[in-house]
Nanobody
Framework: QVQLVESGGGLVQAGGSLRLSCAAS????????IAWFRQVPGKEREFVAA???????YYADSVKGRFTISRDNAKNTVYLQMNGLKPEDTAVYYC???????????????WGQGTQVTVSS
């Protein structure tokens, strides 16, 4: 069982930066792949980035070069550093966990409650 709690969302101007955190409970956290997804009202939840247990990473094309995902297993935390934010990055951001990295939201077993990111133009 893994419980996830996101934090770090907020309001930022276009071009600015935010760092999201996903804090996890559970002794086997280091074994899990962690992903970030985002969702805007009326749209499906979309993949943003993911990191597996050997620190391999994968990004959606829309955020590649701007966002960086990382993990600190000693702190049971995954981070999403978001630079060069655009208004279209506005969404609720969720972290999710499963044993094997996937870009498909339905593959994930555990989800956090989400954190709002709003980018003003």
């Amino acid at each position: 069982q893994v419980q996830l709690v996101e934090s770090g969302g907020g309001l930022v101007q276009a071009g600015g930066s935010l760092r999201l955190s996903c804090a996890a409970s559970g002794r086997t956290f280091s074994s899990y792949a962690i992903a970030w997804f985002r969702q805007v009202p009326g749209k499906e939840r979309e993949f943003v980035a993911a990191i597996n247990w050997v620190y391999g990473t994968y990004y959606a094309d829309s955020v590649k070069g701007r966002f960086t995902i990382s993990r600190d297993n000693a702190k049971n935390t995954v981070y999403l550093q978001m630079n060069g934010l655009k208004p279209e990055d506005t969404a609720v951001y969720y972290c999710a966990a499963r044993l094997r990295l996937s870009v498909t939201r339905n593959d994930y077993d555990y989800w956090g409650q989400g954190t709002q990111v709003t980018v003003s133009s």
